[in-house]
């Protein structure tokens, strides 16, 4: 009896170490696909996806089940110009939960659009992170920008807990970008394939000329959002030197795409954070803010009164 306890307790531990990274959901979505392709199609894409991002170990990282990251996925589908053949855009949607409180805050809020891809059902989701391209880059493509974005999710997790942590998988990200599938009409993985994408997106965050961005990013979850219950006016303080920071980087480096990556999702967030300040630091913040978050300009000044 005591030799079974054993085992189960040793499994039990051999569980926990190898637990998975991810707390993924996958939805794919197919209602502007032609009816020429069976709905159960899209059915076994989705459970595969799910099951590819899951139940993959994604380094050698230990994780509990309850650190496990939770994140979004919704694959939006129509037809491509060849049989079996998709062309998607990707939502992808990061949080990360807030020390003492129940709040989770948003990591990532992201939109791809560069998505192109060949599945057939029932084909088998393979990933190889020393061959990413494949036999059929068509095929691999769509498994490289799932594995890209569960190191990229991975690697800003890491950032927020401690300076610099996400490097590994920045890295493993940019591996996938330098090996990337190549072929007709896939894009997304080179500079020259625009100013926002997959290549930039890891650029940015591997360029020295832009590694205060690590720190910023630290900064804002471990230095300000994990401090804001246990003191707000100090947590307040923080970001506003944050925010000046980010000023600072946005004047060195305009229009750089890890600026406007960073402020997707966080509107409503700074806001709220802002409601309770003093009017000093409700001007302080009016200050900075509506110039570096342009998008939510208006909303900033209408909101942080």
């Known amino acids: 009896m005591l030799k079974i306890k054993l085992l189960i307790i040793s499994f039990a531990i051999i569980l926990s170490v ?25 059915v076994t894409l989705q459970t595969a996806l799910n099951n590819f991002l899951n139940n993959r170990k994604w380094s050698n990282e230990v994780y509990a089940t309850t650190e496990k990251i939770d994140c979004n996925f919704l694959l939006n589908l129509e037809q ?11 939502t992808i949607q990061a949080a990360r939960p807030v020390f003492n409180s129940s709040y989770i805050s948003p990591l990532i809020n992201y939109q791809d659009d560069n998505i192109l891809f060949k599945y057939i059902e029932f084909q088998q989701l393979e990933f190889n992170e020393t061959r990413v391209t494949g ?8 498994t490289a920008i799932f594995a890209y974005y569960a ?11 401690s300076l610099k942590g996400g490097d590994f998988h920045f890295q493993k990200a940019q591996n996938i970008i330098n090996n990337a599938p190549d072929g ?67 004047v060195d480096n305009p229009n750089t795409m890890i600026n406007q990556f960073f402020f997707q999702g966080k509107s409503g967030e700074l806001i709220k954070i802002f409601s ?19 998008t939510n300009a208006t909303k900033y000044q209408e909101e942080i009164k």
């Open 151 to 161: 190191h990229l999710i991975i690697a800003f997790d890491n950032a927020s807990f």
């Open 80 to 90: 491509g110009d060849e049989t079996n053949v998709y062309r998607a855009n990707l």
């Open 184 to 250: 007709r009409g896939i894009a997304g993985w080179k500079a020259f394939d625009g100013v926002r994408n997959r290549y930039w997106l890891v650029e940015n965050m591997l360029n020295n000329r832009y590694s205060i961005m690590h720190d910023i990013y630290y900064k804002y979850y471990r230095l300000v959002l994990d401090k804001l219950y246990e003191d707000d006016r100090g947590a307040r303080g923080e970001m506003i030197n944050v925010l000046n920071m980010l000023s600072n980087f946005n």
């Open 276 to 294: 309770k300040a003093s009017p000093s630091e409700k001007a302080r913040v009016l200050e900075v803010l509506p110039k570096i978050d342009i």
């Open 135 to 142: 036999t059929d880059p068509l095929i691999s493509n769509l």
């Open 18 to 42: 190898k637990a998975q990274e991810l707390n993924a959901r996958v939805t794919v979505v197919n209602t502007r696909v032609g009816n020429t392709v069976p709905k159960n199609t899209f």
